[in-house]
């Protein structure tokens, strides 16, 4: 009986496996880079296992640590980052992408994940007063220059953050969503975490709320680009990402002076479109970099990761891929971003929700849905089942086995 259940398992199993985890060893394209002197760095901090599922979020194709490009399209632009992808904001088709589900170290761009997760919540106008732990941040890290006992508006803190990438201004935004006592900022990276589950980005696991590096935690491209989706789905993250220059107010007790701080998302002032985004760094993670623009129509975001800042910075690499990615006709993809409806249709085993019009986004404007994308969704299911399956085989082995224990003994 226990061989034929087993084997009754095995062969499920290989039913719901998708087709590229049976064809794995397939030749991976390199992606195009450009011939640069590496520079020193610490060593990459060593990834959690990949899932053969969720490499497959998205699209088949998507599972590799290569390049996935449409055929008969003209060459990417080479550049230094080690992982990047081209999506379309509105109808979540992915036009390229290198290493998509590929584990990374986010940087600041983590902060784009804090923005999806407490930016409708909070009350732009409320004033909030800075704690101490406020300013506990990595020192010689980026700050925007908060003071103990100042008091700023909500908005100014999401300026500080976007503009700035404030580490402080992330820590009090952070506290405030969590509630604003001293497990605030706990329990808003939790929340982050929950809110990137809820959308598919399994390869993102926060440890801090402004992206300061943190044991064991990780992003990839196609992740941030479902988190994009949702920051430029809200009317003020929109505002925020486009503002040029900012004023931090004057504070009277402690006594501070006032002072402007500027956008460093050079993106802005230099690019044909440009809705902003977001730029990190630090030693360990190097150079990441989330943008959005618009033309003729099509909003599309770039995202990459381990970037140097040579012979481009990560800004510029962002805006090659923007070019690149506006010069394919539309309906062009090798994928598509999963929306927050079919994750939650596909963990629950239920069929796939019926797409709003095209034109709104989640949140505001919700993705198009393309023809492949019920296959997709079919897909995800089954990779599910197989987790289901491989949960419940060893606990079937274990009851095996002490029933023969138990046999043997009389």
């Not at 935690?217 to 430029?232: E, G, H, K, M």
């Not at 409806?341 to 709003?356: D, Y």
Request: hydrophobic share 45%.
């Amino acid at each position: 009986m226990a061989v034929k259940i087993l084997a009754a398992l095995s062969a499920t199993l290989l039913l719901l496996i998708p087709a590229p985890v049976q064809a794995a060893g397939k030749a991976e394209i390199p992606c195009p880079k450009p011939k640069v002197a590496k520079p020193s760095a610490p060593p990459r901090p060593v990834p959690p296992a990949e899932n053969a599922e969720q490499m497959v979020v998205g699209g088949d194709d998507l599972a590799t640590h290569g390049l996935v490009v449409p055929q008969g399209v003209k060459s990417p632009p080479a550049l230094t980052a080690t992982t990047w992808m081209v999506a379309d904001l509105d109808t979540g088709e992915i036009l390229g992408a290198c290493g998509p589900h590929v584990h990374q170290t986010p940087a600041s761009v983590q902060k784009m994940l804090l923005a999806a997760t407490a930016i409708a919540g909070l009350d732009p106008k409320q004033q909030v007063t800075i704690v101490r732990s406020d300013l506990d941040i990595e020192p010689g890290s980026s700050a925007v220059g908060l003071v103990v006992g100042g008091k700023y508006p909500i908005s100014t803190l999401w300026l500080g953050l976007l503009l700035n990438s404030g580490n402080d201004a992330a820590n009090a935004l952070a506290r405030m969503a969590g509630g604003g006592g001293k497990d605030g900022v706990a329990k808003t990276v939790g929340d982050m975490n929950a809110l990137a589950a809820s959308l598919g980005a399994y390869q993102t696991h926060a440890v801090t709320p402004s992206g300061l590096d943190g044991k064991g935690q990780f992003t990839s491209a196609y992740d941030l680009a479902l988190i994009a989706r949702v920051c430029f789905a809200n009317a003020d993250f929109r505002k925020y990402a486009l503002t040029k220059v900012a004023k931090m107010p004057a504070q009277k007790k402690p006594k501070a002076s006032g002072f402007q701080f500027q956008n460093e998302n050079k993106l802005i002032y230099n690019y044909d479109g440009a809705l902003g985004g977001k730029t990190g760094f630090t030693t360990l993670a190097r150079h990441s970099y989330v943008g959005g623009a618009e033309r003729g129509g099509r909003r599309l975001v770039a995202t990459l990761l381990g970037a140097e800042a040579r012979p481009q910075r990560g800004w510029e690499q962002g805006a090659a891929l923007l070019d690149w990615g506006f010069s394919l006709p539309q309906g062009t993809s090798v994928g598509n971003l999963v929306t927050p409806e079919e994750v939650a249709s596909a963990q629950a085993g239920e069929p796939e929700p019926e797409s709003a019009p095209k034109g709104e986004a989640a949140g505001e404007r919700p993705a198009a849905t393309s023809p492949d994308e019920a296959p997709r969704a079919l897909s995800v299911v089954a990779a599910l089942s197989v987790a289901v399956m491989l949960a419940v085989a060893p606990l079937l082995l274990l009851a095996i086995q002490r029933r023969r224990r138990r046999l043997s003994r009389l």
